[in-house]
């Protein structure tokens, strides 16, 4: 699709609770630098059990949706075709729209991809990942894109790492699970992924001896630097948060609305900051 800069296009991201996102100030400063002035972005709160009727009311101006929690899942039901990662991590966060129906995928994998190599992540890394949820699916997935072939996962609850099995063997990865207690141990890898929710990793901070040369990618971004971030910066780490991650996903997730290539990241960036900033 090419965009039309004075057509009437529309686009939104939706969730529950949806009244925090930073996507529509992305995709709007994207709009405006690209010179997209009859492109609309919005954020509209929607429960899973909502999806499918508001999906199958938008009109033919509608490009494309953002999806976040709790719809990622729902999202892929819905999709007339879908990529492969999509496929493989089971969630959409992504769905555009194309002339036999939604396309699915997921720029959560893309976007990881893209942060850890900007931050000096190289060819087939070791990898630990802490968590087990939807966010350490697209962990696996972009592990598996950087050339990982084991992946170290760390969780809670002993039964997520087995939960995480079906996605690895789709991605060709292998998992070793090692169980919360033993997490500072393995936190010695080139890349480590934190997923956990806001406080989780908290006690992980003064018990991990960073290695040289790791990686953290912390999936958190309110509060920042949380304790994990803090200690592997003062180690003199590179550290990745999930506001990074917010912005890779968002550009390509506004390349494939829009068939701008490539999105205008400086626009869309600045924008971003000066949001999160105001927080």
């Known amino acids: 699709m090419t965009a039309e800069r004075g057509a009437a296009r529309r686009a939104a991201v939706c969730g529950k609770p949806i009244g925090h996102s ?7 400063a994207g709009y405006a630098a690209a ?9 509209i709160e929607c429960a899973e059990a909502e999806l499918p009727a508001l999906v199958a009311r938008l009109g033919p101006e509608w490009a494309g949706l953002s999806l976040t929690m709790p719809l990622k899942e729902a999202a892929l039901a819905l999709a007339a075709s879908a990529t492969p990662v999509a496929r493989a991590t089971g969630a ?5 729209r194309r002339a036999d129906g939604w396309h699915a995928d997921n720029t959560d994998v893309s976007g990881m991809v893209r942060v850890l190599r900007d ?13 087990g949820g939807g966010t350490a699916r697209a962990a696996l997935a972009a592990a598996a894109q950087l050339g990982a072939t084991t992946v170290t996962v760390v969780t809670r609850r002993p039964e997520a790492a087995s939960e995480l099995a079906p996605a690895a063997s789709t991605l060709g990865v292998t998992l070793a699970g090692v169980r919360w207690d033993a997490a500072p141990s393995a936190c010695a890898a080139d890349v480590l992924i934190s997923t956990v929710p806001k406080g989780a990793a908290d006690p992980l901070a003064p018990a991990i001896a960073w290695r040289r040369g ?7 971004y309110d509060p920042w630097p949380t304790p994990l971030a803090a200690s592997a910066a003062a180690a003199g780490l590179p550290v990745v948060s999930g506001l990074d991650l917010l912005l890779a996903q968002a550009l390509g997730q506004f390349e494939q609305f829009t068939g701008v290539h490539p999105a205008p990241e400086p626009a869309m960036r600045a924008a971003l900051l000066a949001a999160a900033a105001q927080r």
């Open 35 to 43: 010179g997209l002035t009859g492109w609309s972005y919005e954020a």
């Open 22 to 28: 930073l996507s529509p100030v992305i995709h709007r």
């Open 119 to 131: 931050a000096g992540v190289g060819a087939a890394p070791t990898v630990t990942v802490l968590g």
């Open 214 to 220: 790791t990686v953290l990618f912390d999936a958190l």
């Open 92 to 96: 959409a966060n992504t769905l555009v």
